[in-house]
């Protein structure tokens, strides 16, 4: 915003551009510098609630199923490996080709250490297919052997858990 303005006063200043061209770009780097900060806010709103509603729709599907029945089972993936490029691409990529769809996905690296990513990955296993324990156990066995073979790297770490999700009111 504010090194826009510096350059449009430079540019008038110096002839390079006209009074009505300022003009303009002054009023265009004004409304992006207000506008871009809500439309941000309001489309992280949008999405905030539509994974919200997503997830208490279900839960509560979840809730009144019979056990065999269910048709969605989360899971939440951690891993942890050395900082490559393309990485959570294509983690991201290996998930979704085992029909995995990516609610939300976390990446950091602890303070201090260049040498270390974290990744927190929450997935939505929507198959139709029956949800006993053995089903579940053999597709947590699944995701951890295919990001194990995505990642390619013998220190990496992986855990994969089934999730429960709950919501917050806050």
Known sequence: GEFAFVIAVFAVSNQLISIE??????????????????LLRLTVRHFKRKVESEIQDTIIENKFLDKDQRRAVFFCIQTKSEPAWGIQ?????????????????????????ARLLLNEIYVKDSRERNKTFDAVAGRISQIHDILEKTVDQKAADFRVQKWTPALSNG
């Open 89 to 113: 691409t294509s983690m991201m990529l290996a998930l979704k080709s085992i029909e995995l769809e990516i609610i939300d996905h976390r990446s950091w690296s602890p303070p201090g250490s």
């Open 21 to 38: 061209l300022y003009a303009s770009l002054v009023l265009a780097i004004l409304l992006s510098t207000i506008l871009a900060p809500l």
